[in-house]
């Protein structure tokens, strides 16, 4: 157990509905990333929290994606108007601050979003 | 911007046996960490064995050690006894100590697939 939780595990929807999914880190975490991965490929950042502030996003973010995390403790992922693009595993990576960049990304489960 | 380099889509293994899964990378910078990440079936990413690219020492966590070398900008993992239990995909990852944007992502390889036969 890496101390990440993802909700839910899968999602199935149909194109151009709005799915969100959630991350719950411990509370340790005060990083936390969101990637995501596609069949066959390596996991392409997303975005990036520092407690509560986003502070980087990536160019495949889409303004049709937003993420949160209010309170610095969990995070939503919320994908709108979902396109077959969308089709992937989304994953959650959180860790310290404390111990710098040494410190260890914890990975959840991730959740296999499938766009129909 | 770094990229990640895994040229072995899969391997196999024997068990008990010893398997090397190559990584290559491209940066500028002098200093970072180098990562490999386990993912098994289940999908969850653990973390298998990191390097630190100032320490010249190669590192080791029993059963998995890598071969760093900086100058060549490659970092293969070697798995040594091969187990059932090892099968699934590894992932090499590259993560900057410089904070641009303070984010300091890993950058990930596509991955290696490895089969661990009987």
């Known amino acids: 157990d890496t101390g990440v939780s993802q909700n839910p595990r899968h999602k199935i929807t149909k194109r151009g509905q709005n799915v969100t999914f959630r991350c719950d880190p411990i509370?340790?975490?005060?990083?936390l990333y969101w990637y995501r991965q596609t069949l066959g490929q390596g996991p392409e950042f997303l975005t990036y929290f520092q407690n509560e502030a986003q502070l980087e996003k990536s160019r495949l973010l889409s303004d049709r994606f937003s993420a949160e995390r209010p309170k610095g403790s969990f995070s939503t992922l919320e994908i709108q108007r979902t396109e077959q693009g969308d089709s992937a595993m989304y994953l959650c990576?959180?860790?310290?601050?404390?111990?710098?960049?040494?410190?260890?990304?914890?990975f959840g489960n991730g959740t296999r979003l499938t766009v129909t | 911007a770094q990229t990640v380099t895994q040229s072995q889509p899969e391997m196999s293994v024997q068990e008990a046996e010893t398997v090397t899964l190559s990584c290559t990378y491209d940066?500028?910078?002098?200093?970072?960490?180098l990562f490999w990440y386990k993912q098994p079936p289940s999908r969850q990413m653990i973390l298998v064995i990191r390097q630190e690219a100032y320490k010249q020492q190669n590192a080791t966590e029993n059963r998995f050690s890598v071969n760093f070398q900086k100058a060549a900008k490659s970092f293969s993992l070697k798995i040594s006894d091969s187990q059932l239990g090892d099968a699934a995909m590894y992932f090499c990852a590259y993560r900057s100590l410089f904070n641009s944007g303070t984010a300091s992502k890993l950058t990930f390889g596509t991955g290696t697939r490895l089969q661990v036969t009987l």
């Open positions: 940066t500028s910078e002098s200093d970072y960490y």
């Open positions: 509370s340790e975490h005060n990083r």
């Open positions: 990576a959180a860790g310290s601050i404390t111990g710098g960049l040494r410190s260890p990304l914890h």
